[in-house]
């Protein structure tokens, strides 16, 4: 029996910029999560009778465990919820976010076509492969585009007036 070839090592730069990108997808989602709870926290009121208030906790407890792509879903809904302007953009940004996080975390990578270049091997969910071969500055470029959507996350939710914990921070930090 033969076993399977071993993948192709990446180059340290090309790991560095994965890495890098997908930390920053993190930190989407952990912004996402803290603007979802502060853009339903402040629909919610100051008068909400304690039925609607463990009604919403749930719905919070049950974020803390969703995907990123649920998370732009839901953010989405409660940005339109609450009525915020010029959300487009941001919304197109998070759904090109949500297939690059999926290619960048899921592809098995193989040399490209040229030196310095690789080809992720993946396959979306509607059986598209992505055709393209990528070098680090390619996944840089996510990783900014990712990083600028997360700021405008957190400027949405500092909007609110209720900024939350942020995890792993202590107080003033």
């Known amino acids: 029996m033969t076993l399977p070839r071993a993948p192709d090592r990446l180059s340290d730069e090309m790991a560095s910029a994965i890495g890098h990108a997908v930390s920053g997808f993190g930190f989407l989602e952990e912004a996402l999560k803290r603007a979802i709870f502060s853009l339903t926290r402040q629909d919610l009121g100051q008068e909400a009778d304690d039925t609607e208030l463990r009604r ?101 939710m500092r909007s609110t007036g209720i900024d939350g914990q942020w995890a792993g921070l202590g107080d003033g930090d």
């Open 56 to 156: 919403w906790l749930r719905r919070m407890e049950d974020i803390a465990d969703d995907t990123l792509g649920t998370l732009i879903d839901s953010f989405a809904a409660s940005m339109r919820q609450a009525g915020i302007e010029d959300c487009q953009s941001l919304a197109e940004d998070l759904d090109r976010i949500r297939l690059h996080r999926n290619l960048l975390c899921h592809a098995s990578w193989r040399p490209g076509q040229q030196a310095g270049y690789w080809h992720p091997t993946f396959i979306n969910t509607r059986g598209e492969r992505f055709p393209d071969d990528m070098n680090a500055g390619d996944v840089r470029d996510i990783h900014a585009l990712t990083l600028r959507a997360a700021r405008r996350v957190v400027s949405i």
